[in-house]
């Protein structure tokens, strides 16, 4: 999941769900927004899911329940966690030497990031992955969005 601070909504691409969620189009509803502009122009939304997600943090997780617009766009790869539910949820992304996100106003939940190019592809694979991760969550019809 890429917490993106520019993102007006939260977006999903369509190949990130008919890999790791079979079915997932029966839960498919009406997209709210019309017009979608992104960094490659114009893109169409097929409609909203929505979607558990878990940030985990060794202080306690966060569960967020948002919706994500569905989009068939090929330069989308996996999610997008927009402003709408930064701010919903608190959610602060600090720059300066180390990548700090704040979750909510509580500063034992402080997580620090290492910036690296790949990084969010790569904290992506590694919690699909996981054997803790796919043994807490036992099909695919059934997981949650895990960051």
């Known amino acids: 999941m890429i917490i993106d601070s520019g993102a007006h909504c939260s977006i999903v691409a369509r190949t990130y769900l008919d890999y790791h969620f079979p079915n997932w189009e029966t839960q498919l509803l009406p997209t709210k927004a019309k017009n979608f502009n992104g960094a490659s122009g114009k893109m169409k939304s097929i409609g909203t899911i929505i979607k558990e997600t878990i940030l985990p943090h060794r202080k306690g997780s966060m569960r967020l329940n948002p919706d994500f617009d569905v989009f068939e766009d090929p330069h989308i790869q996996g999610i997008f966690l927009g402003k709408d539910y930064q701010r919903m949820y608190g959610i602060d992304i600090y720059n300066s030497k180390k990548r700090n996100i704040n979750i909510g106003t509580n500063k034992e939940k402080k997580l ?36």
């Open 112 to 147: 620090h990031l290492i910036y690296t190019k790949y990084l969010p592809m790569t904290l992506w694979k590694n919690s699909m992955n996981s054997e803790r991760a796919n043994s807490a969550l036992p099909s695919r019809a059934n997981r949650s969005l895990v960051f």
